[in-house]
C-alpha cells in the first residue's frame, strides 16, 4: 500500500500515459524517417559486405589481381567512403539527417536537438535495418560472405588487441564528431559536412582499421556480428563511439555554447523537411539566405 501513495510512483503513473501518446504521435508523425534511417544503414552494410567480398575473398578475380592488402584496404576505404557521401546527400540523407548511427543520433539527443522518441526510433531503425542489410548480403552472396576471409564484413580488434581498439575507437569517433559539428554549424562550410565525413570513412579505414576494425557505430558491428557471432569484441564498438562523440560534443558546447548547434542534420541545404529542433527555423531571413548561397 506504501508503494501507492508514494511521489514517485504516483508521478510515473501520471506521466506513462503522456509519454504512451508521444511515442505514438511521434511514430505517426515521424515513421517515413526511421524507415530511411535503416535503409541507409542497410545500404550502407550491403555495400560493405559486397565490397569487402570482392576484394578479400580468395575466389574474387579482384583479390587475386591485388597482391598488396594495403592496396585493397584502401580501395576498401574509397569504396566505403563513396557509399557514406552518397547516402548523406541522397534525398533520405538530406531529409532523415543521415546519421545511420546510433553514437551520431545519441550525441545530437544529448545537444537537445532531437526529440527523445525520436532518437529511440532512429536508433531502433538502425539496427534493425543494419541487420537486414547484413542478412540481404548473405542470401545474394552465400558463402562467399561467412568466409574467414570476409566474416560478414565484422569490425574486430588489430592484433595489438581490443583496448588498444578501445581507445583508437574513442579517437577517431571525437574527430568525426568534432568535424560534424565544426562544418554543419558553419556558414562556410555547413554543405560540405558529408563530403568531410566521408572523407574520414575512408581516411579511418584505409589507416587505422588495422587497429580497430573500423567501426564508429554499434549498430554496423552489431549487424556483422550477429550472424556471424563474433560476440567477444562487441563491447569495444558499443561504448567507445559514444564516449568519443559524446566527449566532442561535449568540448563543442564548452567552446561554443549549446546555441551554436543549429540542427541535427548532417545536410541541411535542401527542401526536405525537417523533423529536429532545427535552429534554422530561428534564423532571421539574410543569415538563412547567406547558407544557402554560400
Do not use: I, Q
Given at each position: 500500500m506504501q508503494i501507492l501513495c508514494?511521489?514517485?510512483f504516483t508521478f510515473g503513473t501520471q506521466r506513462s500515459p503522456r509519454m504512451i501518446a508521444q511515442a505514438k504521435d511521434a511514430l505517426r508523425l515521424h515513421w517515413p524517417e526511421y524507415l530511411m534511417e535503416a535503409g541507409e544503414l542497410g545500404l550502407f552494410m550491403i555495400a560493405a559486405?559486397?565490397?569487402v567480398a570482392l576484394l578479400e575473398h580468395p575466389a574474387s578475380l579482384v583479390q587475386q589481381a591485388i597482391a598488396s592488402p594495403m592496396v585493397r584496404r584502401v580501395l576498401i576505404g574509397l569504396a566505403m567512403g563513396v557509399t557514406a557521401i552518397s547516402l548523406i546527400y541522397s534525398p533520405w540523407g538530406k531529409q532523415s539527417g543521415a546519421h545511420f548511427n546510433p553514437a551520431v543520433t545519441l550525441t545530437f539527443l544529448r545537444l537537445r536537438k532531437i526529440a527523445f522518441w525520436d532518437a529511440v526510433f532512429y536508433i531502433a531503425a538502425q539496427f534493425v535495418g543494419g541487420v537486414m542489410g547484413v542478412l540481404f548480403s548473405v542470401v545474394a552472396?552465400?558463402?562467399a560472405v561467412?568466409?574467414?576471409a570476409v566474416r560478414y564484413a565484422a569490425t574486430l580488434p588489430g592484433i595489438r588487441g581490443p583496448w588498444v581498439a578501445f581507445?583508437?575507437?574513442i579517437a577517431i569517433t571525437f574527430l568525426l564528431m568534432s568535424v560534424v559539428l565544426s562544418?554543419?554549424?558553419?556558414?562556410?562550410?555547413?554543405?560540405?559536412?558529408g563530403l568531410f565525413a566521408g572523407v574520414l570513412v575512408a581516411t579511418y579505414i584505409s589507416l587505422e582499421s588495422p587497429?580497430?576494425?573500423?567501426?564508429?557505430n554499434p549498430a554496423r558491428s552489431l549487424a556483422s556480428a550477429l550472424p556471424g557471432g563474433i560476440w567477444d569484441p562487441l563491447w569495444v564498438y558499443f561504448t567507445a563511439p559514444p564516449i568519443g562523440m559524446l566527449m566532442a560534443a561535449e568540448l563543442y558546447v564548452r567552446a561554443h555554447g549549446a546555441k551554436a548547434v543549429i540542427c541535427a542534420k548532417l545536410n541541411h541545404q535542401s527542401d526536405k523537411p525537417c523533423i529536429f529542433r532545427c535552429g534554422y527555423r530561428d534564423q532571421p531571413p539574410p543569415v538563412l539566405a547567406m547558407k544557402t548561397s554560400l
Open positions: 508514494d511521489p514517485a559486405c559486397f565490397t552472396l552465400g558463402g561467412s568466409h574467414p581507445v583508437a575507437e562544418t554543419s554549424n558553419s556558414v562556410r562550410f555547413s554543405r560540405f559536412t587497429l580497430s576494425g573500423m567501426s564508429m
